[in-house]
């Protein structure tokens, strides 16, 4: 499934990202990723930083869930696929670690990366939205900033 560019321009706006692992005992696992981008037409990578459940999930059972919004506007998506670890000795490491490099500024080292190819794609609106259809975007960001004290 491509990636749109509403989805791309969402990753751009968003600080964080979710990302949902389940073990080989079904045991669910979420972790809050800094660095990642989209890449390529159907996929997103995450630098794996500080990562080693998430790694060993994905080892056991490759499907996943990622989740990102921009927090004032309240709105993001959530996308579900397959991932891999991308190892240093995989030749589509450098390229990737470029993507994600970028947005470290060498502050953060990693020796893999997540890659995930996206099957699944839904948005996630905040409830205003759908209580008060009214509720323009500019408005939920002024309640947004003062609910987060901005």
């Not at 990202?17 to 800094?34: G, R």
């Not at 996630?124 to 609910?147: C, G, N, R, V």
């Amino acid at each position: 499934m491509k990636l749109t560019t509403d989805i791309t321009e969402y990753i751009n706006r968003s600080v964080l990202c979710w990302l949902a692992t389940v073990s080989a005992e079904n045991i669910p696992n979420v972790s809050p990723k800094e660095i990642f981008n989209y890449y390529g037409a159907d996929k997103i990578i995450i630098a794996n930083i500080a990562s080693p459940q998430t790694i060993k999930n994905i080892k056991q059972n490759e499907n996943v869930c990622i989740s990102f919004i921009d927090i004032l506007v309240q709105k993001g998506f959530q996308l579900k696929g397959k991932a891999r670890i991308i190892e240093k000795t995989n030749s589509d490491f450098l390229e990737m670690e470029k993507t994600l490099s970028k947005m470290t500024h060498g502050k953060f080292p990693f020796s893999s990366i997540t890659e995930i190819t996206i099957e699944q794609t839904k948005p996630i609106i905040a409830p205003k939205y759908i209580l008060y259809p009214e509720t323009t975007e500019k408005e939920q960001i002024e309640s947004a900033k003062k609910a987060y004290g901005f």
